[in-house]
């Protein structure tokens, strides 16, 4: 480990990694419920507030996993410690208060507002001031440090994170502006900056595990962003089919949803391209293996499958199915979990000053992880290819249709069990120490 400094990503890694595991404990309780609704007691734990849970710990991990990212990778790119390592703890701690200050309250009924909005108004205040501290924090260090292309795109996407969260406190009684300025936060979120930052590390990453020039990276880096926010900002456009907003956003969101595609390919044959060129065998073989396999999966899960539900026409039927569901798991599981999950393997070992003898463990877990996500998502496809037919096309009662389901419901519930092994061989191939240890500032990572 080259700066000091990049310990403070360590409790920010550890803490997305245990919500992690709380989003996947709801995420199968959910499950069940959808084989069995009446499992449990919806005087004791009702669907809503399961679902609520689960989608919110998957916003909360993924921020803590990009913030911690941030405060590894920044020494780095800008050749300086970090401006203030006590405030980024203390920003840790606030952020993983307001957290758990959440998911409480949810459990006993304190929960309101638009879907993953759900926070009190004392937690999106406390949110934005985390923002405002974790900001303040890289921006100095990188404006007093070295400048890249990295850096600066990194930058460029949080602070388009903490912007367009806030129209959050934007709650207007016209339910079609409500909905218009709610998809500011959720979709110029996942299909706008955080394409930024998720690119951002991936090239941190590709350059450190492959050696390629810095030059040659930056070049695929300018024109993915470009694509990405190019398709993105306007893509936007999709979510306003049907829901009162005028009718060119139907051309608008079907010509630039069809792009949305473009920048995920172009992340596959860049990661794929870096690797070839560097012919180098990096001894974290697990970090280069995640890297890649979230370049693939992103372009399956964002790009093929939400290109096959966006266009107009088609959307016209299966919006609200089970497809939507297929597209977010693996979407989200493979843009923004798994470049999460490599910048652990990457960063942990020298972090905990132990090289990662579990490395081939940590591989398991990838396949098992990635096929349980991939296991899911198909069950949930088939699941809305079938509902589209029954409720939009042969015009069945939606309750009449759910029973209909339940086979996909059970291997999809499959899928979940699945990907909780994936993650318990993770966690002990990350955190759980190996039989020798290397000193913490060699740096070296070698294999088992």
């Given at each position: 480990?080259?700066?000091?400094?990049?310990?403070?990503?360590?409790?920010?890694?550890?803490?997305?990694?245990?919500?992690?595991?709380?989003?996947?404990?709801?995420?199968?309780?959910?499950?069940?419920?959808?084989?069995?609704?009446?499992?449990?007691?919806?005087?004791?734990?009702?669907?809503?507030?399961?679902?609520?849970?689960?989608?919110?710990?998957?916003?909360?991990?993924?921020?803590?996993?990009?913030?911690?990212?941030?405060?590894?990778?920044?020494?780095?790119?800008?050749?300086?410690?970090?401006?203030s390592p006590r405030l980024a703890l203390v920003q840790f701690w606030v952020f993983f208060a307001a957290a758990a200050f959440t998911v409480v309250g949810y459990l006993f009924g304190n929960?309101?507002?638009?879907?993953?909005?759900?926070?009190?108004?004392?937690?999106?205040?406390?949110?934005?001031?985390?923002?405002?501290?974790?900001?303040?924090?890289?921006?100095?260090?990188?404006?007093?440090?070295?400048?890249t292309v990295i850096t600066g795109i990194l930058l460029l996407g949080l602070w388009g994170i903490a912007v367009f969260f806030l129209f959050a406190f934007y709650d207007p009684a016209n339910v079609v502006i409500d909905k218009m300025f709610w998809w500011w936060?959720?979709?110029?979120?996942?299909?706008?900056?955080?394409?930024?930052?998720?690119?951002?590390?991936?090239?941190?990453?590709?350059?450190?595990?492959?050696?390629?020039?810095?030059?040659?990276?930056?070049?695929?880096?300018?024109?993915?962003?470009?694509?990405?926010?190019?398709?993105?900002?306007?893509?936007?456009?999709?979510?306003y089919y049907w829901i009162g907003a005028p009718a060119y956003w139907q051309w608008i969101g079907t010509i630039f949803s069809a792009v949305e595609p473009l920048p995920f390919f172009a992340m596959v044959i860049f990661a794929f391209a870096m690797v070839w060129k560097g012919r180098r065998t990096h001894p974290n073989g697990a970090a280069l293996l995640w890297s890649l396999g979230c370049a693939v999966t992103a372009f399956f899960g964002a790009g093929l499958l939400g290109f096959l539900h966006t266009l107009a026409p088609i959307n016209y039927y299966t919006h609200g199915t089970q497809l939507t569901a297929a597209h977010g798991h693996l979407s989200?599981?493979?843009?923004?979990?798994?470049?999460?999950?490599?910048?652990?393997?990457?960063?942990?070992?020298?972090?905990?000053?132990?090289?990662?003898?579990?490395?081939?463990?940590?591989?398991?877990?990838?396949?098992?992880?990635t096929g349980g996500?991939?296991?899911?998502?198909?069950?949930?496809?088939?699941?809305?290819?079938?509902?589209?037919?029954?409720?939009?096309?042969?015009?069945?009662?939606?309750?009449?249709?759910?029973?209909?389901?339940?086979?996909?419901?059970?291997?999809?519930?499959?899928?979940?069990?699945?990907?909780?092994?994936?993650l318990v061989l993770y966690l002990v191939a990350i955190l759980v120490p190996g039989r020798r240890k290397v000193p913490v500032a060699s740096g070296l990572v070698p294999a088992e």
């Open positions: 480990m080259k700066y000091q400094s990049q310990r403070v990503a360590l409790p920010y890694f550890v803490g997305a990694l245990t919500i992690f595991t709380l989003q996947l404990v709801f995420g199968l309780i959910g499950a069940a419920m959808y084989v069995d609704p009446l499992l449990i007691s919806p005087n004791i734990l009702p669907f809503s507030v399961v679902r609520m849970i689960h989608t919110n710990a998957l916003i909360v991990w993924l921020l803590l996993g990009f913030f911690g990212s941030t405060f590894y990778l920044l020494p780095e790119e800008t050749e300086r410690e970090l401006h929960y309101g507002g638009r879907s993953y909005l759900e926070q009190p108004m004392v937690v999106k205040v406390g949110i934005v001031l985390v923002a405002l501290m974790f900001l303040y924090n890289c921006s100095v260090t990188a404006l007093r440090g070295r400048r936060v959720v979709h110029l979120w996942v299909e706008g900056v955080w394409e930024l930052v998720m690119a951002s590390i991936l090239a941190f990453l590709l350059i450190k595990l492959t050696g390629v020039d810095r030059e040659v990276v930056e070049k695929w880096l300018y024109v993915i962003i470009g694509t990405a926010l190019f398709s993105g900002i306007l893509g936007t456009g999709h979510h989200f599981y493979g843009a923004y979990a798994m470049v999460n999950l490599a910048m652990f393997t990457y960063a942990m070992p020298p972090l905990l000053g132990r090289a990662p003898y579990r490395q081939r463990l940590n591989i398991v877990s990838f396949w098992i992880l996500v991939a296991l899911m998502s198909a069950a949930l496809m088939f699941a809305g290819l079938l509902q589209t037919h029954l409720e939009r096309v042969l015009g069945q009662p939606y309750m009449d249709v759910q029973p209909q389901l339940t086979l996909f419901y059970w291997i999809r519930l499959i899928g979940g069990v699945i990907t909780a092994s994936g």
